[in-house]
């Protein structure tokens, strides 16, 4: 934009500059025509909406404009009428339902995940949209590896030398990788997707990965396309799984079919499973959750680490979208970890070392016999427990939050603390 006055030079203006400028009372009144033919959300406060479960973005957003902190269900249409850009979570379908009649003109997702968004409607729409891949990843590794560890401790087995399948290799599923080697696990990769565009042969068929011990899903939840996800584990997928292996879905729910999983639960072909997500969520199956090993209200990437990162995407994408040319203002002060600092003491059983060391950060037993409280439930009263469950989780800061200090320096199960991300420290000297 170029504006000329006969006491200065050419000035060329942004549209965050020029929203800037338009806040301050002494803009010499030569730009005012320009302020009116800039859209809204330059010549005037900007209106956002945040979901409230989104740590530090509504303090971020402070200087950009008028933020409301909405709680997930009033994030409606009529709570959108004049607002000109939305972050959300998961629990809140985009579309246009939500949209429509609305001036919106961003719209985010402060969540790895997309299938709660109709994606070709904003398109349409010219609607602006961001989610905020990786952001949980950490999270939802470290879920995982708590699963494996107090799975292998109720079903009283070893993990080492058992083999992993990790279904979906993308942000997430790279680091269950690495947990599953940290854990001394042989491991077996599938990514179609990736497989094609790489041609790595470390990704193998669905069909290969039939003969794992535990297989873990962390694939997108798709319809349509060369690689549909929705009921990727049927009846027949799980007939050919090896018998007595275990289940973990951390991904979405649909791509399990809940009937079939509870048939060969019931059955015995499946020795177990783990679910933090659920076909139909909030309205679970009761019976299912209680045949599983292990049960959570989709909580496995709430860390409170992942939150923030997912805010500062959002904080970003929005500032991008808009031309406002602003960096990150807030101070972050995290919440200190569940534990600060562990000894580690020398142990026979390196297994049970690395889950005493886990636990002492992250109880994930606590979460299941939190959850299954939900089975004693009638319909609407679960449906809203789950929802508070999910909506009130406690602060859980991940892995590199704590350090692990030893005096008897490096070992099997020190490397296996480190892979997993945690602080590691030798008396006081921090690698």
Known sequence: MLI???????LTLSLGDAYTLRKNPIAPVILEPIFTLMPKTCASDMVIVVDSKNPFLADALAGVGDVRQLETPAITNAALRDVDAVVVRS???VGASLLEGTPVQFVGTAT????????????????????AP??????????????????????SISLKEKILGVVGVGNVGSRVVRVGRALGMRVLQNDPPLARTTGDPVF???????EADVL??????????????FHLFDRERFSRMKRGSILINTARGPLVDSKALHSVLASGHLGGAVLDVWEGEPDIDPVLLDRVLIGTPHIAGYSFDGKVNAARMMFDAIVRHFGLGRQWPVSVNMPAPHAGWIDLQAAANAQEAIRSVIARCYTIEEDDKRFRTLVRLPDDARRAEFRRQRGTYRVRREFHATRIVSASGKNSIWESLA??????QVSHEEV
């Open 204 to 210: 193998v068929p669905l069909d290969a990965v039939m």
């Open 91 to 93: 629990e809140t379908k």
């Open 4 to 10: 000329h006055h006969t006491n200065y030079d050419i």
């Open 112 to 131: 790895i995940g997309t299938d709660h968004v109709d994606l070709g409607y904003l398109e349409k729409c010219g609607i602006g949209f961001a989610s």
């Open 134 to 155: 990786g952001s949980n990843a950490n999270s939802v590794a470290e879920y995982v590896a708590a699963a494996l560890l107090e799975t292998a401790a109720r079903l």
């Open 419 to 424: 892979s997993l991300g945690f602080t590691m």
């Open 216 to 229: 873990t899903l962390h694939a997108p939840l798709t319809r349509a396309g060369d690689d549909p996800t």
